[in-house]
T-cell receptor, first 116, second 116 residues
C-alpha cells in the first residue's frame, strides 16, 4: 500500500526559529509537490520538485527531494506568524516503465502554528 | 482567467438524495481531478480525467460518478448520498499529463457538503 507520511503532524514554534517538516513516501517517484492551506481555504502550490536532489527556495521556505531515500523536507528559516498554515506534501507515483500515473497521493498534513 | 471554479460552496443533503458538484476551469488544462478532504486524512483522490472523454478511478471512487464531455467541465455526481460522504470536496486541474510535464495542480475553492 502506498503511504505518504508527514511528521510532525503538529508543530508549534516561536517566531525567529528554524524547523524542518519531513515527508516520507513508500513508492517509486521523482515528482513531489508541496502545498499550503490556510484555515477554511483551498490549497496553494508552493513547490514542484521533479528530480533527485532538486532544491527550491521561496522566501523563508526551502524544499528538497531525495528520491533514493524517498524523502522530501520543507525547511522553515526564521519563522514568522504569516507562515502559520497546514502544509501538505503530495507524491506522484511513477509507473513501472517510467511513465506518469497522473495521480497525487497526499500526506496527512502538518499544522504549523508560529507563536509571536 | 477565473482559474478553477466550483459550485455550490456549501450544500446540505439528506441521506439518499443525489446531487452534482460542478467544476470548471478556463485554463485549457488537460488534467482534472476530484479530491475529498477529511480531518486528519489529508486529501484523497476520488476520480480523475486526463482529457475529454477519459476518466479513471482514484483511491476512493465508490459512491461517486464522473464524466468529462468537454475540456472545461468535470462534474462529480453523488448517486445516493450517505453521511460518510460528509466532507470538503476540491476540484483541481493541471496543464498536461505525461512525463515531460510537471503535474502541478491548481485547486478550486472547495465545496463543503454535509449529509444528514
Amino acid at each position: 500500500e502506498l503511504k505518504v507520511e508527514q511528521n510532525p503532524l503538529f508543530l508549534s514554534m516561536q517566531e525567529g526559529k528554524n524547523y524542518t517538516i519531513y515527508c516520507n513516501y513508500s513508492t517509486t517517484s521523482d515528482r513531489l509537490y508541496w502545498y499550503r492551506q490556510d484555515p477554511g481555504k483551498s490549497l496553494e502550490s508552493l513547490f514542484v520538485l521533479l528530480s533527485n536532489g532538486a532544491v527550491k527556495q521561496e522566501g523563508r521556505l526551502m524544499a528538497s527531494l531525495d528520491t533514493k531515500a524517498r524523502l522530501s523536507t520543507l525547511h522553515i528559516t526564521a519563522a514568522v506568524h504569516d507562515l502559520s498554515a497546514t502544509y501538505f506534501c503530495a507524491v506522484e507515483p511513477t509507473m513501472n516503465y517510467g511513465g506518469a500515473t497522473n495521480k497525487l497521493i497526499f500526506g496527512t498534513g502538518t499544522l504549523l502554528a508560529v507563536q509571536p | 482567467n477565473a482559474g478553477v471554479t466550483q459550485t455550490p460552496k456549501f450544500q446540505v443533503l439528506k441521506t439518499g438524495q443525489s446531487m452534482t458538484l460542478q467544476c470548471a476551469q478556463d485554463m485549457n488544462h488537460e488534467y482534472m481531478s476530484w479530491y475529498r478532504q477529511d480531518p486528519g486524512m489529508g486529501l484523497r483522490l476520488i476520480h480523475y480525467s486526463v482529457g475529454a472523454g477519459i476518466t479513471d478511478q482514484g483511491e476512493v471512487p465508490n459512491g461517486y460518478n464522473v464524466s468529462r464531455s468537454t475540456t472545461e467541465d468535470f462534474p462529480l455526481r453523488l448517486l445516493s448520498a450517505a453521511p460518510s460522504q460528509t466532507s470538503v470536496y476540491f476540484c483541481a486541474s493541471s496543464y498536461s499529463t505525461g512525463r515531460s510535464y510537471m503535474n502541478e495542480q491548481f485547486f478550486g475553492p472547495g465545496t463543503r457538503l454535509t449529509v444528514l
